[in-house]
């Protein structure tokens, strides 16, 4: 949540469609399950674009040549799995990363990626307004602003830091771990 100390605003949520219209983009992955998501991304508010590399710390559960990651309207620039380049393929709904994947290996996945993002519902993803850019994602939805297993039930802990405009102060639930100025 990037909000602007000057302005003063009271959100309105609009009403939720009923659950059963609500589509997850996740799937059980059983293939996979996510342990920790590092994010670290700069927000330009006035350009309404964020970039940067989502670092996914995943175990794998069974043998396979393909791990599929949900990402929806923002562009990849590069792959690498444990610090090598890796092929990928990007589609309308997230990508398929190319590797040897082995029953019990935990690999950590670097994507780097970008763009103007997408909102589902017209509210879910990473809602830009004049004086506050924010995140919703419940139940799902993360993957409009970062790649991952966009499934409820694939729990996994998160870093995230974000590099914004100095004007700006950016907000967060849980503890502050640190600041810097650019």
Known sequence: LLLDPEERMVFHHP????????????????????????????????????????????????????????????????????????????????????????????VDVAITYGGVPELAHDYLGFNFTPAVAFTFTEPDGSAYWFPCFDDPSDKATVRLAITAPDDLDVARNGPKTGESML
């Open 15 to 106: 009403p939720l469609p009923p659950v059963e219209e609500l589509e997850s983009l996740g799937r059980p992955n059983d293939a996979f399950d996510a342990r920790h998501y590092d994010l670290a991304l700069t927000v330009d508010p006035a350009a309404h674009t964020i970039e940067g590399t989502a670092t996914l710390t995943v175990e794998c559960l069974s043998s396979t040549g393909t791990l599929e990651v949900d990402l929806v309207g923002l562009d990849v620039d590069q792959v690498t799995v444990d610090g090598l380049f890796a092929s990928f393929v990007q589609t309308g709904t997230g990508l398929e990363i190319d590797g040897s994947f082995s029953t019990g290996d935990v």
